[in-house]
């Protein structure tokens, strides 16, 4: 119990401030671009909200250790629980989504709480597929080979760089993992995961140690990986200690390449700090653009769009800010590249409309995006990380759970959205707060689900795909109907 104490007074004595965000709509200066990296781009943000973010976090964390429900660590669930009547296991509220298993963050190996989570898909040989989920906790990173849902298999635990933060980010390049975290001098870890394929003994969680260490940041809020590239953007790095290259907060730009080798190329800090980002070679509408390396960036207050392609001359194509904002979070382009849902983790809290609002993008001008529509959940809750797969949306909405969205037509407005599935892992709470669900993972191959609960730990989800695609001809047939 040592180390849940030792965690809980570093939350309380953490817990000292509760103040909103006050937004700094002001651009900040663009500043020397070269990989030789000088003068400002070694400096930390000038203005930034995340530290007030994090407090009001914090202590709401800092309570829910005091009351004993963080960590839960409720026993580890190895069978499939159907969603009946609207609950599966007994407690959690569902809809077309069944429970295959769930993993309690002790079983992974923590002794804290849990927050974000990724995948790796492992193919040997022609024909043999595992799926893996890599979970994020304060104390480290956990890994699971979920190919067999109803039965997952904890493989190993990779500690922390340095000290426990309630924040830690995972992506995957060419089978290694990059990790980051607002751990004071954390760093980038990177871990091999083709050693998973060597199987520890039964019931066993082996500690791991990091194949290799960038050092180039201290805290780093969030890593986006263009697997297209072989980049990283390391974003919300803030510590200007001598020998970091923080990037005013913004894009801080590692080759990857080599993925045991990582090499600092270059800084995007021309908006700020950015908390959140999505890059990806473009194929969207706007054929100005077409094969460039274009980031869309969640910065605080905006969405903006950043042209990467020149690592030497970044260019940022568009700043929008848009009305009600409170924090841009996070977000995630439709497969076409034309459109965008964007989500705003403080509106719930700040403003008269308490339904988790997803804030409806036009991007199919660089230059100009357009938020041309918002949907209203019927569930009171703060909206989290999302993703989109085919035209479905997932979304991580803290205490509401995991929320499946149909997006078919989305370009015809929030009219046009629809919530087709869902999975609450949060039973013991329905406020609107940060607990319950903090992400998940919807791209493995399977159709399976990953999502990680801050106070539970895993959960292996299996959509009810025939009922979703059943609801989407439905809808698809009635909105034909109307229009004749």
């Not at 900040?28 to 909200?49: D, L, M, Q, R, V």
């Not at 067999?148 to 000290?163: C, M, R, S, Y």
């Not at 993008?361 to 993703?387: G, I, Q, R």
């Amino acid at each position: 119990m040592k180390p849940l104490k030792v965690i809980l007074a570093i939350l309380i004595c953490a817990a000292v401030c509760q103040a909103r965000p006050q937004h700094d709509h002001r651009h900040h200066a663009e500043f020397n671009k070269s990989a030789s990296c000088i003068g400002k781009c070694t400096e930390g943000p000038e203005t930034f909200h995340m530290p007030q973010v994090m407090k009001l976090k914090v202590k709401a964390h800092a309570e829910c250790h005091a009351e004993g429900k963080c960590p839960l660590n409720e026993p580890s669930i190895r069978q499939r629980s159907p969603c009946l009547d609207g609950k599966s296991a007994g407690e959690y509220e569902c809809s077309n989504v069944d429970m295959m298993s769930y993993v309690s963050l002790r079983d992974m190996g923590s002794y804290g709480d849990g927050n974000d989570i990724w995948g790796w898909t492992d193919e040997p040989e022609p024909g043999l597929r595992f799926e893996y989920a890599i979970v994020g906790t304060e104390d480290g990173t956990a890994f699971v080979d979920v190919t067999n849902a109803e039965d997952p298999t904890v493989l190993g635990f990779l500690p922390t760089h340095t000290t426990f933060s309630m924040w830690r980010d995972i992506k995957v390049y060419k089978n290694h993992a990059f990790i980051v975290s607002e751990a004071s001098g954390h760093g980038m870890q990177v871990f091999n995961l083709l050693r998973l394929r060597q199987r520890p003994p039964a019931g066993t969680v082996p500690r791991l140690t990091a194949d290799a260490h960038y050092g180039m940041v201290g805290n780093t809020h969030n890593i986006v990986v263009n697997e297209d590239t072989g980049y990283a953007y390391l974003v919300g790095s803030t510590s200007s200690r001598v020998g970091y290259v923080v990037c005013s907060g913004g894009l801080h730009i590692v080759d990857i390449r080599e993925p045991l080798f990582p090499r600092f190329s270059t800084c995007y800090g021309g908006d700020g700090y950015t908390h959140d980002a999505q890059c990806v070679i473009y194929h969207g509408p706007d054929v100005r653009y077409h094969d460039h390396e274009i980031c869309f960036a969640y910065n605080e207050n905006t969405l903006t769009v950043v042209d990467v392609t020149n690592k030497n001359g970044i260019v940022m194509l568009s700043r929008t800010p848009y009305a009600n904002v409170e924090y841009s979070h996070q977000g995630w382009l439709t497969e076409d590249h034309a459109y965008a849902i964007l989500n705003d983790e403080l509106d719930e809290m700040y403003t008269s409309e308490k339904h988790t609002r997803s804030l409806l993008w036009d991007v199919k001008n660089l230059e100009a995006p357009v938020h041309y529509s918002s949907f209203l959940s019927t569930e009171m809750s703060v909206d989290h990380n999302l993703y989109i797969r085919d035209n479905l949306a997932y979304e991580a909405n803290y205490c509401a759970g995991l929320r499946i969205l149909d997006i078919t037509d989305m370009e015809e407005g929030a009219e046009q959205v629809r919530e087709v599935a869902y999975f609450d892992v949060a039973p013991d709470w329905n406020t609107v707060s940060f607990h319950g669900s903090w992400s998940s993972y919807p791209f493995f191959e399977s159709g399976n689900v990953i999502v990680n609960s801050i106070e539970r730990g895993l959960f292996v989800l299996r959509p009810n795909h025939e009922a979703i695609k059943r609801l989407q001809e439905e809808a698809k047939l009635k909105r034909k109907a109307i229009s004749h």
